[in-house]
């Protein structure tokens, strides 16, 4: 089965750098995909960036990137650059056999001016 | 793009009323889910559908109902509310697709149950 673990419960980063958020997994499956979400304050979670197991490259969009290491089994994200409106909560998740997704305990990160 | 929308942003509900928490999505998907989101315990999933008249419990069913009349409805029912279901409702669908199938997200139902 799945496992998704997020290890940092909260971050800060200064407004234009860059902040990376952690996620190991844990899946026998070959092929996999691996999301992440955002959930700010209102409550919606939105989808931002995608990588699949078989993926030569890491993902990028726009501000958005996945450092993804298949053997240490982790999708980290990376946001650059980073803005107020980025302040937030962070889920890591990824499907098991059944399609259903199973999250991380989410990453809150604060953006500071 | 892609649209999930639930019924309610906010509700609140008596103790021992049976409510209905309705979502639907417009983009043909098969799978559909329902989460709760409280803080400290992240998301959990309540029930899933991959199909019409199809359901299957997830981590957290008890005190639940779900119905899937319609390939893009996904309804979750309260039979009888109490206050620890007071809580964040998700509702999202996504396709049938191996490892790329990323979940749609409705905006969230805040439910209070007084």
């Known amino acids: 089965a799945q496992k998704i673990t997020q290890t940092q419960p909260g971050m800060f980063v200064q407004e234009k750098e860059a902040v990376t958020l952690d996620c190991t997994y844990d899946?026998?499956?070959?092929?996999?995909?691996l999301f992440w979400y955002k959930q700010p304050s209102s409550g919606e979670m939105i989808f931002l960036i995608y990588q699949g197991s078989y993926d030569e490259q890491n993902a990028t969009e726009g501000r958005y990137s996945l450092n993804f290491q298949k053997a240490r089994k982790s999708a980290n994200l990376v946001i650059s650059a980073s803005q107020l409106g980025d302040s937030a909560m962070y889920f890591c998740a990824a499907p098991d056999s059944s399609y259903k997704l199973i999250f991380g305990s989410g990453t809150r990160l604060l953006v500071r001016p | 793009d892609v649209k999930v929308t639930q019924s309610s942003r906010y509700l609140v509900k008596r103790t021992g009323e049976k409510v209905f928490l309705e979502c639907v999505q417009d983009m043909d998907h098969e799978n559909m889910f329902w989460y709760r989101q409280d803080p400290g315990l992240g998301l959990r999933l309540i029930y899933f559908?991959?199909?019409?008249?199809?359901?299957e419990k997830g981590d957290i069913p008890e005190g639940y109902s779900v119905s899937r009349e319609k390939k893009e409805r996904f309804s979750l029912i309260l039979e009888s509310a109490s206050t620890n279901q007071t809580s964040m409702y998700l509702c999202?669908?996504?396709?049938?697709?191996?490892?790329?199938?990323?979940?749609?997200f409705g905006q969230g139902t805040r439910l209070t149950v007084v």
């Open positions: 899946t026998s499956d070959q092929s996999y995909g």
């Open positions: 999202a669908s996504s396709r049938t697709g191996g490892a790329g199938s990323e979940a749609f």
């Open positions: 559908s991959y199909d019409v008249k199809m359901k």
